[in-house]
């Protein structure tokens, strides 16, 4: 595995760690506002929020996921160092989604008619993971030898 320093270049910020802080700026915009816009009669279907935050942190999950692949030391596509790399990714994005998910439900509870609720907070976790797995278990078969 190549131990070389991690050179993080504005080019491999802009492709890959703006998208994931965009979206977690979008999640926070929508944290903040006391009543979230609702998707019309979607909003009535029970567990709907529930879906909404897996579906947020899903895509979060898989920006994350994608940043820290590529932009981690190391990242040739073969041998047992790629499915090391894929192992960390996946790792560091649950823990960068699950931190982001619980600071999330506090800053909730300081926004009007909103609450801090621990099953959003599994939710967001659940649907970082699924995300970032849904990239890992593509770009495994996509780089398959």
Do not use: C
């Amino acid at each position: 595995m190549d131990r070389t320093p991690l050179k993080l270049t504005a080019r491999g910020f802009l492709l890959y760690w703006l998208p994931a802080m965009a979206w977690a700026g979008l999640i926070f915009f929508l944290s903040s506002e006391s009543e979230p816009p609702q998707p019309g009669t979607l909003s009535n279907i029970p567990g709907w929020s529930s879906m909404a935050h897996f579906g947020l942190y899903f895509v979060l999950g898989a920006f994350l996921f994608r940043a820290a692949r590529e932009q981690r030391p190391g990242n040739t596509r073969d041998g047992a160092g790629w499915s090391n790399a894929i192992g960390l990714a996946f790792a560091f994005s649950v823990m960068a989604g699950a931190l982001y998910g619980a600071s999330d439900e506090v800053h909730q509870y300081f926004v009007p008619q909103r609450q801090t609720d621990i099953l959003d907070w599994l939710v967001d976790i659940f649907g970082t993971a699924a995300g970032a797995i849904a990239l890992a278990s593509f770009e495994l078969r996509r780089n398959k030898p």
